[in-house]
């Protein structure tokens, strides 16, 4: 069966990796910018990082034949330093241009704190001048309630925000209703420990419907797992879901929501 | 609707398997020495929500673990969580 991995951190796994996504049939992948796992040191470590989301990361994809798209954001667990972010949000303009950029992404909140929800507003602010599409990370663990609804409060207090343009991700039970009721998607990260394993996925898709919704991996160099969405399609048919609901989830919702920008292409067009 | 029986067939080996590591994780705390800390307090309050009858239980195990402020705060001093909030138990 077919799949989109809409958030992978390719640029922290292997080439095998690589190789074992498409061989589980995966059909593009798209590549939010994160966190490093340490605090870059100045903009140019951002300018090389955005270098490799949009020149050598979509040639490495190629390789297999897969599509490769990103977004571009100073990601919030480095937010604190709003010079720093600044900065970093003056050299994101140019990087815009690139074939392979949908929007700006995964902004959004991490501890919740008040330097977090300034460069955020400054992301919209980036992304709505930019007619981009926008893609939000919501805060782990503890912190995920309170950073998912101080999230929807900023996007619904700015008129110009078009929820069905923005994906609110890493949703769980306690976030997924107050997402969806407000028009935005929202994305299920699928995660050993700290977000949703595949069943618990499942069960969010029974409860609360599969119209807005995907699922990803959001493997990166921490505790993922790359094969995570053809791991939970397995899930899917344990249960007894048809191919065509199977295929909704992992493919055609990813392609409604991506393919708002023009530079997403359907894999069946390429 | 699924039904219930297939979701046991499905799923009691692996339910029962991961209470079971819960027990011991508990016998393992309790064996060890030292001060506990709000994290094993959040998690003995979020167990009882699994005997409640209501649904939803998912959800409330992940609140009775979340930060219930509204505001956000004046500074980031870490990048971590650890999964429990440490004002929720005075």
Redesign the interface.
């Known amino acids: 069966m077919r799949y989109i991995e809409p958030h992978g951190h390719m640029v922290s796994r292997t080439t095998d990796d690589y190789k074992s996504m498409v061989m589980s049939g995966c059909q593009a992948v798209c590549e939010p910018a994160f966190?490093a796992g340490f605090d870059r040191s100045s903009p140019q470590g951002f300018y090389d990082y955005f270098c490799q989301l949009t020149q050598h990361e979509p040639r490495r994809a190629a390789l297999f034949g897969l599509p490769h798209y990103t977004w571009l954001c100073i990601n919030p667990?480095e937010s604190?330093d709003v010079k720093l972010a600044e900065e970093v949000l003056s050299i994101i303009p140019e990087f815009m241009q690139c074939s392979n950029v949908l929007g700006i992404g995964e902004i959004g909140l991490?501890?919740?704190?008040?330097?977090?929800?300034l460069v955020l507003e400054k992301h919209i602010d980036l992304a709505v001048n930019n007619d981009q599409l926008i893609l939000v990370h919501t805060?782990?663990?503890?912190?995920?309630?309170?950073g998912t609804?101080?999230i929807l409060d900023i996007l619904k207090a700015d008129s110009r925000i078009k929820p069905e343009r923005c994906i609110i991700d890493h949703v769980?039970?306690?976030t997924v209703k107050m997402v969806l009721d407000d028009g935005f998607w929202a994305g299920m990260t699928l995660y050993p420990e700290?977000k949703c394993t595949s069943?618990?996925a499942i069960?969010i898709l029974?409860v609360f419907g599969h119209e807005r919704i995907w699922m990803n991996s959001a493997c990166d160099w921490g505790a993922s797992v790359p094969l995570a969405v053809p791991q939970a399609m397995l899930e899917m048919k344990?249960?007894?879901k048809d191919p065509q609901y199977i295929d909704k989830i992992v493919y055609q919702n990813p392609i409604d929501f991506m393919a708002q920008s023009p530079r997403f292409l359907k894999p069946e067009d390429l | 609707m699924?039904n219930r029986k297939?979701i046991l067939d499905?799923?009691f080996l692996d339910a029962r398997s991961r209470l079971i590591d819960i027990a011991a994780f508990m016998d393992r705390v309790d064996r060890a020495e030292g001060e506990l800390d709000f994290r094993y307090d959040q998690f003995v309050e979020a167990l009882k929500e699994l005997s409640e009858t209501e649904p939803?239980r998912?959800?409330k195990v992940?609140?009775a673990?979340?930060?219930?402020?509204?505001d956000?705060?004046?500074?980031?001093?870490?990048?971590a969580?650890?999964?429990?909030?440490p004002g929720n138990i005075n």
Do not use: M
Request: charged share 35%; net charge neutral; proline share 7%.
């Open positions: 966190w667990k604190e991490n501890k919740n704190s008040k330097n977090e929800v805060p782990h663990l503890e912190d995920k309630r309170k609804q101080l769980e039970e306690h700290t069943n618990r069960d029974e344990r249960r007894g | 699924d297939n499905l799923y939803n998912a959800e992940l609140l673990f979340s930060d219930p402020t509204h956000p705060i004046p500074k980031a001093t870490t990048k969580a650890c999964g429990a909030w």
